[in-house]
């Protein structure tokens, strides 16, 4: 089994910057593609960024030049910095581990941009 534990979400005033961590655990045995996604109510997941082993990124055009996806391989670990963050990047959002055909997400954390 493997485990996403989310950190650092939080309320922030449009304009400031939150930093996610993520790390995994359990049976994970090599590194794997991972990657942050958000929800809002009523809309379907989508993805705000994504890494993989070699370090190429992918990062969503709402986002692209705020938002910076990174990841520390020995700890498992990636990290989303949130900059300029505006009202409408409030969502919950979810950590996410692609291995062996399947997904793997964290419980999710809240961010709330609000003045």
């Known amino acids: 089994q493997v485990q996403l534990v989310e950190s650092g979400g939080g309320l922030v005033q449009p304009g400031g910057s939150l930093r996610l961590s993520c790390v995994a655990s359990?049976?994970?045995?090599?590194?794997?593609?991972m990657g942050w996604y958000r929800q809002v109510p009523g809309n379907q997941r989508e993805l705000v960024a994504a890494i993989i082993p070699g370090g190429t990124t992918r990062i969503a055009d709402s986002v692209q030049g705020r938002f910076t996806i990174s990841r520390a391989n020995a700890e498992n670990a990636v990290y989303l910095q949130m900059n300029s963050l505006k009202p409408e990047d409030t969502a919950v959002y979810y950590c996410?581990?692609?291995?062996?055909?399947?997904?793997?997400w964290g419980q999710g954390t809240q961010v709330t941009v609000s003045s």
């Open positions: 996410n581990l692609k291995r062996l055909g399947s997904n793997t």
């Open positions: 359990g049976r994970i045995s090599g590194i794997w593609p």
